[in-house]
């Protein structure tokens, strides 16, 4: 204890700025925290399943295998990441406030805002980790399928006597279209986009309630209910429909819940049609607009909160 | 030293909602209190007295219903007001997959500290706080009492000038204790301000320039410790190797003096903390 506590002269009354350095402290943290539950070894499986799919299923002819397995795979990557999202973010508040991890570091410098963003991206960016990983694997399943499926048909349609430079071209063509594309890729970032946005919604609910049942329960009612936005829209759109009281509900379910059919190109990838770049901004900017909005009320809740 | 109390409160009242309205309990009643720049106050009181309420309070962690709380003069509300305190809270935790080097990395980072300054500084307080041996173990595994020292060390990172310690002795171990006391001791002659709460009275009439006693939610006596504790018209004496028959001889010698004098008692000396507390703290409780 010799020199370790000097004394500095006046305290600065300077309010504390919002520090991208310490959202990042936070969010690594958050990351590390999500680590250290076992998420990896369910990821290997995951890729595993990726890889005996893609290689395990009998020949039908290769157009339809392709889609199949990235219809399937993208499927299921993208139930993996909105549950993982959910969960985790459920989990993380309610955590900090059980051990009273909370009260230390908001007895830090530490606007509530910065704690807020920082567990966000702790969830945001350990699910976009996990989703380049899987797109690798995608990836390379599928293009070591493509050629395999191209190699396979160029000898059945060379058996056939059938190999014309028309046709070899054509099956080219159509192998080359369900192939890897940068399509397979723009459908991982729309899954990153519509986990991002139910996991903002479920830190939403998790500063409301601090429960973690509830938190998980209501955030998957808004992401089944945010699939059908359009639905409700049109319901609420047409007049002379329904009660009042069946309405108004609607409406606010309408307000509420995003509409999570904005970031279904997986369907449009699988049949191998083209994402145009513009849908791509387009989906990127509402995300980025439903994050947001939901931030910002979860921060106007979480300033109030009583610990 | 500046004007500006270290800390101020002013009226607080907090109140803590039930569930559907049922139920509301009021923690803190009415509490005023001011910690002056480098003294040593001493919240004492019983269990569930509002003494840890008050100090969240403080910090920001909770909404006065009524009343205000400053730290350097800037309002509890204010993140800046946290700039330099440092707190710890009874019972800490910490996130238990970070061993306690880690922790207080991560909470000197939160400070906005880093470099070889952050290292430096951590393995200080490691040292400080007796962890040095514990430093690369996960805080999962760290025993109640490991904790408590974590706790301090992390409320001591970013050289806070205002300390905030919630029983800060609570689950350490004799000599721990001892160590805890002695380092309140020194910040006091460095100058840093110390509000401490602990049930240990012993050890707080030592190191407490100040005390303040609450009971029920409610301050019912506040003050320096030598004033509180002093009874005017009464005198202890401590002798040493006494005999029976030196302690018959005064005992005679009182009771032919006569008049008001009287032997009231003899024997070990008590804490006189603790027997202003067991009295104060045994009033009636005011509605
Ligand atoms: N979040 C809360 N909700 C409801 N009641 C609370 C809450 N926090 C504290 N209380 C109540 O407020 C009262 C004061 O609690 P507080 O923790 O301040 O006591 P304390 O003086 O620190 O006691 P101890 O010596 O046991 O630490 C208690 O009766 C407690 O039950
Ligand atoms: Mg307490």
Redesign the interface.
């Known amino acids: 204890m010799s020199e370790v506590l000097p004394i500095s002269a006046a305290v600065s009354v300077a309010p504390v700025r919002f520090s991208p350095r310490r959202v990042w402290t936070l969010a690594y943290a958050t990351m590390t925290q999500l680590m250290r539950m076992k998420i990896l070894p369910f990821l290997l499986v995951f890729c595993v399943l990726v890889a005996a799919m893609g290689f395990g299923a009998s020949v039908i002819n290769p157009e339809q295998q392709l889609s199949q397995f990235k219809t399937m795979s993208l499927g299921v990557l993208q139930i993996f990441s909105i549950v993982f999202g959910i969960v985790a973010t459920a989990l993380l508040l309610p955590k900090d406030l059980e051990d009273r991890t909370l009260y230390t570091i908001l007895s830090k410098p530490v606007p509530r805002f910065d704690y807020v963003l920082g567990k966000l991206l702790g969830v945001l960016m350990l699910i976009a980790s996990g989703l380049v990983i899987i797109d690798a694997v995608l990836s390379l399943v599928l293009w070591l399928q493509q050629s395999a499926l191209f190699e396979a048909s160029l000898a059945q349609l060379h058996s056939d006597k059938q190999d014309s430079p028309e046709v070899v071209a054509q099956m080219r063509e159509i192998v080359a279209r369900q192939g890897l594309t940068w399509n397979l890729h723009w459908a991982v970032w729309a899954i990153f986009l519509k986990a991002s946005v139910v996991t903002t919604v479920a830190l939403l609910l998790s500063c409301i309630a601090s429960s973690t049942l509830f938190t998980i329960v209501i955030t998957f009612c808004i992401t089944i209910i945010g699939h059908g936005h359009a639905m409700i829209r049109e319901f609420v759109l047409q007049p002379h429909l329904g009660s009042t009281s069946v309405r108004i509900t609607s409406f606010l379910l309408a307000a509420i819940c995003p509409d999570l059919a904005q970031f279904d190109v997986v369907d449009s990838v699988a049949n191998g049609e083209i994402v145009p770049l513009g849908a791509v901004y387009e989906m990127t900017g509402i995300a980025a607009l439903y994050m947001t909005v939901y931030l910002f009320v979860t921060h106007l809740v979480f300033v109030e909160k009583e610990l | 030293m500046?004007a500006t109390p270290a800390v101020s409160v002013n009226h607080l009242t907090k109140v803590f909602k039930g569930s559907l309205g049922k139920g509301a309990f009021r923690a803190v009643h009415d509490v005023s209190l001011t910690v002056n720049v480098g003294e040593v106050y001493g919240l004492i009181g019983p269990n569930g007295s509002g003494k840890s309420t008050t100090m969240?309070a403080i910090?920001?962690?909770?909404?006065p219903t009524a009343g205000d709380t400053r730290i350097?003069?800037?309002p509890s509300t204010?993140?800046?007001s946290?700039?330099?305190?440092g707190?710890l809270?009874e019972?800490?935790?910490?996130?238990k997959?970070?061993n306690g080097r880690e922790t207080l990395h991560?909470?000197g980072?939160?400070?906005?500290m880093?470099g070889e300054k952050l290292k430096s500084r951590a393995e200080?307080m490691l040292a400080?706080t007796g962890l040095e041996d514990a430093a690369t173990r996960r805080v999962g595994g760290y025993s109640k009492g490991m904790l408590q020292r974590l706790?301090l060390a992390?409320a001591?990172i970013?050289?806070p000038?205002l300390l905030?310690l919630d029983e800060p002795t609570a689950g350490v171990d004799p000599s721990g204790s001892r160590i805890i006391r002695d380092?309140i001791i020194?910040?006091r002659t460095?100058?840093?301000t110390v509000l401490v709460t602990s049930h240990l009275l012993e050890q707080m009439q030592e190191v407490c320039d100040r005390v303040g006693i609450m009971a029920h939610g409610r301050m019912v006596r506040e003050g320096r410790v030598e004033d509180l504790i002093a009874v005017e018209n009464q005198t202890e004496m401590v002798l040493e190797n006494a005999s029976p028959e030196l302690l018959a001889k005064i005992d005679a010698l009182v009771k032919a003096e006569g008049g008001g004098t009287r032997m009231l008692r003899s024997g070990h000396p008590r804490t006189t903390l603790e027997r202003l507390f067991l009295e104060a703290t045994n009033e009636p409780k005011k509605p």
Do not use: D, M, T, W
């Not at chain 2, 946290?82 to 305190?85: A, E, T, Y």
């Not at chain 2, 019972?91 to 996130?95: A, E, I, L, S, T």
């Open positions: 500046s969240k910090l920001g962690l909770l909404k350097f003069g800037i204010e993140v800046a946290r700039r330099s305190v707190f809270p019972n800490p935790y910490f996130y997959h970070l991560f909470y980072k939160l400070c906005g880093g200080e400080l706790g992390q001591l970013h050289e000038q905030v380092l020194e910040f460095r100058g840093i």
